[in-house]
Structures are given as C-alpha cells and as structure tokens.
C-alpha cells in the first residue's frame, strides 16, 4: 500500500497578522517541526521495509509494534503543499516534493486538491496541517497503524472527543476530497463519514493544539 502524506502549508494566517509558519516555536519555525516529523516517519517506514526484507530486526523501539502489523508492505512519500518560497525551499533540499498554491485565498480546500491531484496513483493519503508544533511522530505513526489494522476508509485522531489532524482517507473519498469548496477541509467528509472513520485516540491533549495568534494561545479546531 501506498500512503502519500500530504504537508498544508499554504495559509494566509490572516488571525496570526502574517506568516505563522514561519513562527518561531521551541527554537525553530512552526512548519518545520512538522516537516521534520514527516521526515522521521517516512525514514522509519524505509528502514522498516528495508529491514523487513533482509530479515533482520527492528532496533527503534518506538516502531516494533508497527512492524508487527501491516508496515513491513507500506510506502510512504512526503508532499509540500506551500505558496512561502522559504518552506519551499527547505523541502527541496531535503528532495521532497514542492507543489504551489497561487491561490491559497480559495481556502484550504484548494490546498488540499492541488496536493491528492498529485498523489492520485496512492491507496491513501495522510493531511497534516503545519500549524501544530506539539504533535509527535509517535501520533503519526499510530494513526498509521491503526489505519492499516482496520478495514474503514477513514482514521482520524482524537482527544478528549475532539476531532482532530492528522487524518488519513483511503482512494475512495478522494472524489469527495476533490470537491471540497472553501475553507472546508477533511473534516466536512469525516463528519458525514463517522461510521467509516476509526479513531485514534490520543492521551495529549496538546497535541492537537495549533496557534493563530503571536501569543502562543494554542486553539483546538
């Protein structure tokens, strides 16, 4: 199976009063504490197949559970969705793939297209927004999990009952993801999909905290 984790990161920050991504947060950008993760992911699932096929055991510990399921047949690849030539750039060094939104006021939706329009060739792909430096690559890597362990089309995080990104969509609602309109996101879908969704929960409620403001009061969506 192939999952394309798609990186939003093409918002105006309109509440923040200019570029939130570019933030400084614990000592770095908001945004790279996400690509980053995305990165980590992605290398422990290389490493993970890698291993897989010369026999040999998994050392990172953070990771024997996954290997026990279903991510020894996973691949991953890291979109960029961004319209801020400064993230663009630091995803290119790292060879990860750029897309440009020019029209990032058309809302999330059109974030969240331009980035599946590329991806269409996976089984399913994974949103992440850029906004939330708090999340762990612990998450990530259960909702991965958990997607794989159950046969529904959707798996979301959640804590506390609340509803929240990373969320992961198999091919069957990319038709419903593409016509998205606005600043309507995935979460329109999960809502009208709660039958078909398995949740990931999560004990960290901080984790699904992202920051609009230059204060650093941290919102949940």
Same mark, same amino acid.
């Given at each position: 199976?192939?999952?394309?984790?798609?990186?939003?990161?093409?918002?105006?920050?309109?509440?923040?009063?200019?570029?939130?991504?570019?933030?400084?947060?614990?000592?770095?950008?908001?945004?790279?504490?996400?690509?980053?993760?995305?990165?980590?992911?992605?290398?422990?699932?290389?490493?993970?197949?890698?291993?897989?096929?010369?026999?040999?055991?998994?050392?990172?510990?953070?990771?024997?559970?996954?290997?026990?399921?279903?991510?020894?047949?996973?691949?991953?690849?890291?979109?960029?969705?961004?319209?801020?030539?400064?993230?663009?750039?630091?995803?290119?060094?790292?060879?990860?793939?750029?897309?440009?939104?020019?029209?990032?006021?058309?809302?999330?939706?059109?974030?969240?297209?331009?980035?599946?329009?590329?991806? /269409?060739?996976?089984?399913?792909?994974?949103?992440? *927004? @850029?906004? %939330?430096?708090? !999340?762990?690559?612990?998450? $990530?890597? &259960?909702?991965?999990?958990?997607? /794989?362990?159950?046969?529904?089309?959707?798996?979301? *995080? @959640?804590? %506390?009952?609340? !509803?929240?990104?990373?969320? $992961?969509? &198999?091919?069957?609602?990319?038709?419903?993801?593409?016509?998205?309109?606005?600043?309507?996101?995935?979460?329109?879908?999960?809502?009208?999909?709660?039958?078909?969704?398995?949740?990931?929960?999560?004990?960290?409620?901080?984790?699904?905290?992202?920051?609009?403001?230059?204060?650093?009061?941290?919102?949940?969506?």
């Amino acid at each position: 199976m192939k999952i394309a984790m798609i990186m939003l990161a093409a918002g105006n920050s309109r509440r923040f009063g200019g570029n939130k991504l570019l933030y400084e947060v614990d000592g770095m950008p908001m945004y790279r504490h996400i690509l980053d993760l995305l990165m980590e992911v992605e290398n422990e699932v290389k490493n993970i197949l890698k291993q897989n096929k010369e026999g040999n055991p998994v050392e990172d510990e953070t990771v024997i559970e996954l290997n026990r399921g279903c991510l020894k047949n996973i691949t991953c690849n890291i979109t960029v969705v961004t319209q801020y030539e400064t993230i663009a750039e630091m995803a290119i060094e790292n060879q990860i793939q750029v897309l440009y939104n020019h029209h990032p006021e058309k809302g999330i939706s059109s974030t969240i297209q331009i980035g599946l329009n590329a991806n /269409l060739d996976a089984d399913a792909v994974l949103f992440t *927004v @850029s906004d %939330q430096p708090w !999340l762990s690559k612990e998450t $990530i890597c &259960r909702l991965i999990e958990v997607f /794989l362990n159950s046969e529904r089309g959707i798996a979301s *995080v @959640s804590c %506390q009952g609340k !509803l929240g990104n990373p969320c $992961i969509f &198999r091919k069957k609602y990319f038709n419903e993801l593409l016509a998205l309109e606005g600043d309507k996101g995935g979460k329109k879908i999960i809502m009208k999909h709660l039958e078909d969704t398995q949740i990931c929960e999560i004990e960290d409620v901080r984790e699904l905290e992202d920051i609009d403001y230059r204060d650093i009061t941290p919102k949940i969506k």
